[in-house]
């Protein structure tokens, strides 16, 4: 169901407020399979994820007839957006990480050792 979101929302929306990096990371389908959270990343500013928002509630109803079609469900689920913080909190790490990298003192690179028995340089 997740691929087909996704999809779905690349090849088919055409709405403006779903523009920029939008990625479906999972949804959560209920045991009667009438509502779907669909968990989403959205990069961008707050008002940038605020309007994507609103437009992928906009696309709810077109995009639950295409998966109910595509997956040949006897009733699809109604869909609920949820932002997914993981990749944003993710990248933030990384980027802490690289800082901590610069602001360390290079280690120090030991000589190679010589194999026991064998003449040193200074012999």
Known sequence: MREEIATFLTNNVKDPRILGLVTVTAVEVSRDLRHAKVFVSVLGSESQRAATFEGLDAVAGHLRGRVGRALRLRVAPEFTFKNDESIAHAAHIEQL??????????????????PSGSPSPAD
């Open 97 to 114: 990480l690289a800082q901590v990298r610069l602001e360390l003192p290079p280690e120090p690179v030991a000589p190679p050792e010589t």
